[in-house]
């Protein structure tokens, strides 16, 4: 049950990593304090504001699209560069100034966001938890099933799947490549905020919650092939297993191990991840 | 000819500099910036010159680290089997060379198995890679004392005509010793992309496809490239360990790798200098800020310059300085009589 | 060439500048993590050092003469550690150090001690290998994790229904792992049994794993040892789980979030602490420990940050009080008056008593312990 409910939130930040690399070819440092950026404005309008949680959860989501629109709109597409080291490193540079802008204005000090739930855990049988996980799975799931909807049923969706093939040919049938550039990096931040506003109650907001969101959103993309976003959903549901299973039945000391070994086991079998077709190799 | 009459000023400079900036704090700075510019250089030989990114490039300079602290200080550790490995301390610089070697050898093996795949997923096998390397310093206890970390690990000793094994206490010398093992990288890596092999690996960097229908075994080099650059990462983790002499699992920190990528991406990948001119700003900027800002803001300016740094100079700033130096030289030259002017070959 | 000529040229500069308009005060350095992972607490102590020093000037001083404290950031990693008490030591020139909160950064400017020859007040570091490898210019005030075990044995009888059988959640670093043995070996001489011993990395955020096995272990008791923030999430998800077990942290955080937001009405935990911000009473000398307490609240900090605070405090007392028996701030001068340093302090008495090997022994501290409990919300002192 634990296991699901990492899982579907794994699956969020997955999405959110692979879209940016399969359509923007970039190696993303930001999204984890993007997912940051969602636990501490839930944090600001839950407890600092008074605002209803699940507003609040909302908003944060949107300001997560807001910034990150932003962020593609007045730097990314105004680089001269493509060069992926190049980009990545700015990326880099933006993660460093947006991890200590949050200490600076929250200090580092880790927060907790109250929720509306009751404490008490719900008791099934042998099994106990707490009923703000199962509104998280629940909203997860939600989520994963429109972005499912959202890529495969609408204009947009088959405007971003398109210059995910081919960015030229997309631009040349008529596609606005800026404007994809702008949605899929708002969808992208979107997805990894409103992970982070979900995760926020359940774990702790500090500031340097986005790095291991990141290592994990890294990990999850290279299980289910890169740019595949329906790869990234299964990885993040396997690799959240994994690591329940790993360190239940064999030692918890060695927890984040097992997802690196799953990772090179997969890279020395089938290089281009459990679930992308052979040609998307990067 | 100018341009070998100023490496030598360059070199000169550097040389002389503990004679007149005998300040042993920025001695210091410049040996731990010197360290990192040594592990730079070696990973620009990857990034650089084979356009491949090792974002796992500190599990190299960390196997070096632990294998010279390791040898120097001995160890026993218990193999199962009732077999146990009991090493004597060794002498520093021969610890030393174990941990190149070490590194070395594990390069190899990473090259072997990550050359398999390209681009993206050499990445992630390489991040994967340094934090397996990571978990296992943490948690073989018996061997690396884990996060108790091994403290108490003797400086660098080094043989030297005329006085014998001698130990390197001042910071002048551990100064000379990051600069000798720099120099010794920096012209390794120089002719290494100058031979026939930095010409593959070049050809390789732009067109793999290419590079391999003329005959250029694409693997070979690439595998040749690794071992290299581990090498001198696991010379950079040596210096490191007996220079700092503590070492715990902490040396496998991601945001090391961080920052050899900013200095040689800053700088200019591919270009020899660009790591020296990166390490050097990336390398002292955090410390000339510490009176200028708290804490957290030094921290912000230092990413922010990072993306200026894109923004602006997007090969990073020595091709950029290239370029402005070449704009300088022609205006020069229109300034001169044109019978005057020296003739470009 | 030009350009790392004229950085150093500028380097040169601040140097000339900083050292010229120095003589009136006595300084002390200090590095702490202030950025990255750990900063939270290391924020915490650097507060309660600066509280300090404003409480000693606001009493005229120390010989006369205003204190000054220079804090660098240590950005919780060694090699910075490095840099930052090269520079208190070589540009600020500073006679005495206080740090640097992680044993790692701690063991990782012992050697520039002895390099420099300036003594180090140790605050919160409590790995053994600080005080044995021999490094004659270490004084420790914090407690190593043999001496928590010990001071909690003498509060074990103060236990109902009484310890039998106890299982550990350590975080896996020296830490951790040194607590989780010094408890297990002081508690085995009670007959007390060892049940499960599980370890997490500090960043992990899930600790379900871990607690489902020492659900299963039938202890009575539950050691946990780790940073406020895993403490917190440790707490909180023993609870979800319904762990039978009693609950006691050990290390001297306190999980400060569950005060405001308490989890469900079962749950209650017992902290061990070095000093209890509550019951600044029930200290061993409650008049240091209540101005410490208004000064903090005063500025407005975060109450519980009182409870790993008062290193802060306490260290900058103890270089003051060697100051004053040394009458100079120069640094072999002040490693000699640290040895005839006794003094009240907010945790209690503090002196230093010789450990490491002869000749070149480092200087350990006996603090005291207080056992707090935590439950819905409320802080209560339920032992003798």
């Avoid at chain 2, 694409?218 to 983790?237: E, R």
């Avoid at chain 3, 010989?63 to 030591?89: M, T």
């Avoid at chain 3, 008495?349 to 935590?374: C, M, R, T, W």
């Amino acid at each position: 049950m634990n296991g699901v409910m990492l899982g579907s939130t794994y699956a969020l930040l997955g999405i959110g990593l692979t879209l940016v690399f399969g359509i923007m070819r970039i190696v993303n440092f930001t999204h984890g304090e993007f997912y940051a950026l969602g636990a501490y404005m839930a944090y600001l309008f839950v407890a600092q504001l008074g605002v209803n949680f699940f507003a609040a959860i909302l908003l944060a989501t949107a300001i997560g699209m807001i910034v990150g629109a932003a962020l593609e709109f007045f730097i990314l597409r105004r680089l001269k560069t493509t060069d992926i080291d190049s980009v990545m490193l700015l990326m880099i540079g933006l993660w460093i100034a947006m991890q200590n802008t949050e200490q600076l204005i929250w200090g580092g000090v880790a927060k907790l966001i109250p929720s509306p739930f009751a404490q008490q855990p719900l008791v099934f049988g042998p099994v106990s938890v707490s009923p703000l996980k199962v509104f998280v799975l629940v909203t997860a799931i939600v989520l994963l099933i429109a972005f499912h909807l959202l890529i495969n049923h609408t204009r947009l969706g088959l405007a971003m799947r398109s210059t995910f093939q081919d960015r030229d040919v997309a631009s040349l049938m008529g596609v606005n490549v800026g404007t994809i550039y702008m949605a899929t990096f708002a969808l992208g931040s979107g997805l990894a905020a409103v992970a982070g506003a979900l995760l926020g109650p359940i774990f702790l907001v500090s500031p340097t919650m986005g790095d291991l969101a990141s290592l994990k959103a890294f990990a999850i993309v290279i299980l289910g092939g890169l740019g595949s976003t329906v790869g990234a959903t299964i990885g993040g549901f396997v690799l959240a297993l994994v690591e329940e299973f790993g360190s239940g039945y064999v030692s918890a000391d060695f927890r984040d191990a097992f997802s690196f070994l799953v990772i090179v086991a997969v890279l020395i079998l089938r290089p281009q991840g459990l679930f992308a077709p052979k040609e998307r190799v990067g | 000819m100018t341009r070998l009459i100023l490496s030598l000023l360059v070199v000169l400079a550097f040389v002389t500099l503990p004679f007149w900036m005998s300040d042993p704090y920025i001695l210091g700075l410049l040996i731990l910036a010197g360290i990192f510019i040594i592990a730079a250089i070696s990973l620009n030989l990857l990034l650089g010159y084979t356009g491949q990114l090792s974002l796992g490039h500190v599990a190299f300079f960390g196997i070096g680290a632990y294998t010279s602290a390791l040898l120097s200080r001995g160890f026993d550790v218990d193999l199962g089997l009732g077999l146990t490995l009991d090493v004597a301390p060794k002498p520093v610089w021969l610890s030393f060379l174990a941990g190149i070697l070490m590194a070395a050898l594990f390069g190899w093996f990473v090259g072997r198995l990550a050359f398999r795949v390209r681009g993206a997923y050499f990445v992630i096998l390489t991040v994967s890679f340094a934090q397996v390397m990571r978990l296992i310093a943490l948690n073989w206890v018996d061997l690396t004392e884990g996060p108790m970390a091994i403290n108490n690990i003797p400086s660098f000793t080094l043989w030297l005509p005329g006085l014998g094994v001698t130990t390197l206490t001042t910071k002048a010398q551990n100064y000379w010793l990051v600069l000798a093992v720099a120099v010794i990288a920096f012209v390794l890596v120089a002719h290494i992309v100058r031979s026939r092999v930095g010409r593959a690996l070049i050809a390789l960097r732009e067109n793999e496809g290419l590079a391999r229908s003329v005959g250029i075994q694409v693997t070979h080099y690439l595998v040749l490239s690794t071992v290299v650059a581990a090498g001198i990462a696991g010379a950079s983790g040596g210096l490191y360990t007996h220079y700092v002499r503590i070492v715990d699992p902490d040396v496998f920190m991601f945001i090391y790798t961080v920052t050899m990528i900013i200095m040689v991406v800053t700088g200019g990948k591919g270009t020899l200098t660009g790591p020296i001119v990166g390490g050097l700003l990336f390398g002292l900027m955090p410390e000339l800020l510490r009176d200028y800002a708290g804490p957290e803001v030094q921290w912000i300016i230092y990413g922010a310059a990072i993306v200026l740094i894109v923004f602006f100079l997007p090969n990073g700033i020595v091709p950029a300085a290239a370029r402005i130096w070449q704009r300088l030289a022609a205006l020069g030259l229109r300034l001169v009589p044109e019978h005057l002017r020296p003739r470009l070959s | 060439m030009q350009k790392l000529r004229w950085a150093t040229a500028a380097v040169a500069a601040v140097l000339t500048a900083s050292a010229a308009q120095a003589q009136e005060t006595i300084k002390i350095g200090m590095t702490q993590p202030l950025t990255g992972p750990v900063a939270a607490s290391g924020n915490y102590v650097a507060n309660g050092a600066k509280i300090a020093v404003d409480v000693i000037n606001a009493n005229g001083g120390v010989l006369g003469k205003k204190l000054e404290l220079i804090l660098e950031d240590n950005k919780s990693n060694p090699k910075e550690a490095v840099n930052a008490v090269e520079k208190l030591i070589l540009r600020d020139k500073v006679p005495l150090l206080i740090g640097a909160w992680s044993s790692t950064y701690t063991l990782a400017i012992m050697p520039k001690l002895i390099e420099y020859k300036v003594p180090l007040i140790v605050e919160t570091s409590s790995s053994g290998k600080i005080t044995t490898s021999g490094n004659p210019w270490v004084f420790r005030i914090s407690p190593t994790s043999e001496m928590e075990a010990k001071a909690f044995l003498a509060k074990y009888d103060s236990f109902q229904p009484s310890i039998k059988k106890i299982d550990f959640l350590s975080v896996n670093n020296d830490w951790g792992r040194g607590s989780a043995e010094e408890f297990s070996k002081y508690l085995k001489t009670k007959g007390v049994e060892i049940g499960s011993v599980q370890f997490m990395t500090p960043d992990a955020t899930d600790l379900s794993a871990q607690l489902t096995a020492i659900k299963q272990s039938g202890g009575d008791t539950l050691f946990i040892t780790t940073g406020v923030e895993q403490m917190t999430l440790a707490l909180k998800q023993a609870a979800e789980l319904k762990l039978p077990q009693r609950i006691i942290t050990t290390g001297g955080s306190f999980p400060d979030q569950l005060i405001a937001n308490p989890g469900p009405k079962e749950m209650s935990s017992y902290h061990l602490l070095f000093f209890s911000p509550w019951f600044p009473d029930k200290a061993k000398y409650p008049d240091i420990a209540k101005v410490y307490v208004d000064e903090w609240t005063k500025r407005k900090l975060e109450f519980p940050g009182l409870t790993e605070g008062f290193r802060g405090y306490d260290a900058v007392l103890t270089a003051v009080e060697a100051i004053k028996i040394a009458g100079k701030a120069e640094p072999e001068a002040l490693r000699e008056a640290l040895w005839k340093t006794r003094l009240p302090a907010v945790n209690g008495d503090i002196a230093f008593i010789k450990e490491g090997p002869a000749g070149a022994e480092s200087g350990q501290n006996q603090p005291n312990i207080y056992i707090v409990l935590l439950n819905q919300g409320k802080v209560t002192m339920p032992l003798p």
